[in-house]
């Protein structure tokens, strides 16, 4: 007991010392940028103070939990030599490590490439976005008011100018001159296989401005994500999102959870109460009524730019490991990153961190089925969702009768019943869970916060035949075991079958 508790303390005397020098790094990175805002700043005090409705916002910014899995995100630059070209920090972790520095100045712009991913997480200082050179809707309305709305009208379209950066007053600054060009864009902002990039047009539409035309009505003091969405109903792809938000966070050196402004005007859904509970603060873009400038804006990379969509299509040789692990032997091919991502979902909901699984718990094994279930998810939504499992009540009510008569162990059956629950509830099931059942659908991306040990059963049709969840498993180390249909019409006893091994493995 005496060893196992100086591991643990040592263990947390590593990570206070490692956040300390991240706060460190970031400071000792921004301060150039941050005293020369601040100089630029009180030279246009009397400017400013004219503006009758101008705000400032000063929060409280939310504090980076200490996470059993965090391993140190190095300082960008710093990590050429651990993030090679496609290993697995390159994929998961900080592999943007290439510096492209567009703009110095009263405002600054730079961006940071990764080779492997061929994506970019860029950042400035003293950004200014002008609302109503973006066509979207308002977005953040409640999913009744707005019924039938179509995509095209919650996505944004940039006009040039809808977001500028302070450029001085030197010769740079040349009236609506644009921040990059197309050659910048192909290199560090490549479109791919992305009709619509979103973030790509953004840029593309960053207009560099003299210092004296930088009048703000607002002011974001602290660090600022700008995000926008694409399938932002669909929990998929909305962790997607979540995991670039976080690694652009970690690879920016923001000392804080930072606030988040989706530049995108989709209505609200229930994922929303993740994003809050992850940053600091959410707003929408067009829910600002004048120009809004930033201190320090970070632009997040699409979600279909990180390794959880790109490893559907590309290979991503990885597995997951846990941090202690590859502390002491770094390994290319492995990975913590995924664990370390579901522990910071599972501290943003004030779950515990240091639960584990017993081999023999008390109250018993808790096996969570996640059902499918119609809801209305999106304006374009009919309210039905597809089946994926036919007779999915009855293997709900197979199982049910089985675990009532099992002599193995005390088994304690779970109805997953997502739609019905908060998204902190839906943690703490998945948290709770020793083994996790499911038919192939977005409700189990939530495996990134399940516990080391937990086991997961994929119930799949033959019409979805698809690896998101094999290889979300993978990467976080667990063990997993699918069931493949001919249809869409499974076997009650061969799930329970599949279960009873499950069980047996476990020790039950």
């Known amino acids: 007991m005496n060893r196992r508790n100086t591991l643990l303390f040592k263990i947390l005397l590593f990570l206070f010392i490692l956040n300390s020098i991240s706060l460190f790094l970031y400071f ?32 409280s910014l939310k504090p980076w939990p200490i996470l059993p899995s965090y391993l140190p995100w190095t300082d960008a630059e710093d990590s050429k030599a651990n993030a090679i070209t496609r290993s ?10 290439r510096r492209v520095q567009v703009l110095h100045g009263p405002g600054w712009f730079r961006c940071w490439y990764s080779e492997t991913l061929r994506s970019s997480v860029c950042e400035g200082g003293r950004v200014r976005m002008v609302p109503d050179r973006i066509r979207m809707a308002k977005g953040g309305e409640a999913l009744v008011d707005v019924m039938g709305r179509g995509e095209d009208e919650e996505l944004p379209a940039f006009q040039n100018g809808a977001f500028e950066v302070d450029g001085g007053n030197g010769v740079g600054a040349v009236e609506g001159k644009t921040l990059v060009d197309r050659e910048f864009l192909d290199r560090y902002l490549p479109a791919g296989g992305i009709q619509r990039h ?8 960053i207009r560099v401005v003299r210092e ?51 530049v995108d005007g989709h209505c609200e859904t229930q994922l929303e109460e993740t994003w809050k509970a992850l940053f600091s603060s959410v707003r929408y873009a067009k829910n600002f009524t004048g120009t809004v400038c930033f201190r320090h804006a970070i632009l997040s990379p699409l979600g279909y730019e990180t390794a959880m969509f790109k490893g559907l299509t590309e290979e991503v040789n990885c ?37 584990y ?14 059902r499918r279930e119609d809801y209305l998810a999106h304006p374009r939504h009919r309210g039905k969702v597809e089946s994926r499992l036919s007779n999915e009540a009855e293997v709900f009510e197979s199982l049910k009768s089985w675990v009532s008569n099992y002599n193995g162990c005390k088994i304690n059956l779970v109805n997953g019943l997502f739609a019905h629950m908060s ?59 699918a069931i493949n249909l001919a249809g869409s019409h499974a076997d009650p006893g061969t799930v329970i079958n599949e279960l009873a091994n499950i069980m047996k493995s476990l020790g039950c």
Request: glycine fraction near 6%; charge should be neutral; proline fraction near 4%.
């Open 357 to 370: 699984h017993s081999t023999k718990p008390v109250s018993g094994h808790n096996v969570l089925f996640v």
């Open 319 to 355: 597995d997951g490991a846990s941090a202690q692990e590859l502390w002491q032997n770094p390994d290319n091919h492995k990975t913590a990153r995924i664990s370390e991502f579901g522990e910071m979902i599972r501290a943003a909901f004030g779950l515990p961190l240091n639960a």
């Open 28 to 59: 000792l990175t921004h301060s150039s940028n941050s005293s020369r805002s601040n100089t630029n700043l009180n030279n246009q005090i009397p400017l400013l103070r004219s503006q009758q409705q101008q705000q400032s916002h000063h929060h």
């Open 423 to 481: 998204m902190k509830e839906q943690v703490r099931a998945i948290q709770d869970a020793s083994v996790i059942i499911g038919a192939h659908g977005a409700g189990l991306t939530h495996i990134v916060s399940a516990l080391p040990k937990t086991v997961i059963l994929e119930i799949i049709s033959s019409q979805f035949r698809r690896p998101h969840f094999a290889y979300i498993a993978r990467w976080k180390g667990l063990e997993y075991h």
């Open 212 to 262: 004296k035309d930088f009048a703000c009505d607002e002011w974001f003091e602290e660090p600022t994500l700008l995000v926008t969405r694409f399938e932002y109903a669909n929990l998929f792809h909305t962790i997607t999102d979540w995991y670039s938000a976080y690694v652009s966070s970690r690879v920016t050196g923001l000392p804080n959870r930072p606030h988040v402004v989706f």
């Open 198 to 205: 979103t973030m790509r047009d953004l840029i593309s539409k």
């Open 88 to 97: 697995c920090e390159g994929y998961f972790g900080n592999g943007f490590t």
